[in-house]
């Protein structure tokens, strides 16, 4: 059984920055591919990025350059940081857990946080 809560969602204006956190509880983080995913209003839940139990991440086009993902074992948490902001970013961002090594879509995901939003300001 795995817990996750996201936390660090806002307002912020275009350019800005925001970071993610999202905190674990189990005892399987470690072996865990952790990915971000949003949703926007009326729009399909999306891949953001994940970062599997290797260290190795992977990110959809639409972010890359901007964001980066890290993970602190030792804390059982997964970062998101988001730079350079758009108004296209705004969405409720979820944290997620897989056992799979480099899981993209929603099905290969086995469990989620709450989701945290985030609002981009022009």
């Known amino acids: 059984q795995v817990q996750l809560v996201e936390s660090g969602g806002g307002l912020v204006q275009a350019g800005g920055s925001l970071r993610l956190s999202c905190i674990a509880s189990?005892?399987?983080?470690?072996?865990?591919?952790m990915g971000w995913f949003r949703q926007a209003p009326g729009k399909e839940r999306e891949f953001v990025g994940f970062?599997?139990?290797?260290?190795?991440?992977a990110y959809a086009d639409s972010v890359k350059g901007r964001f980066t993902i890290s993970r602190d074992n030792a804390k059982n948490t997964v970062y998101l940081q988001m730079n350079s902001l758009k108004p296209e970013d705004t969405a409720v961002y979820y944290c997620?857990?897989?056992?799979?090594?480099?899981?993209?879509?929603?099905?290969?995901?086995?469990?989620w946080g709450q989701g945290t939003q985030v609002t981009v300001s022009s």
């Open positions: 997620a857990s897989s056992r799979r090594p480099v899981p993209r879509a929603i099905y290969e995901y086995d469990y």
């Open positions: 189990g005892r399987t983080f470690s072996i865990d591919t």
């Open positions: 970062i599997n139990w290797s260290g190795n991440t």
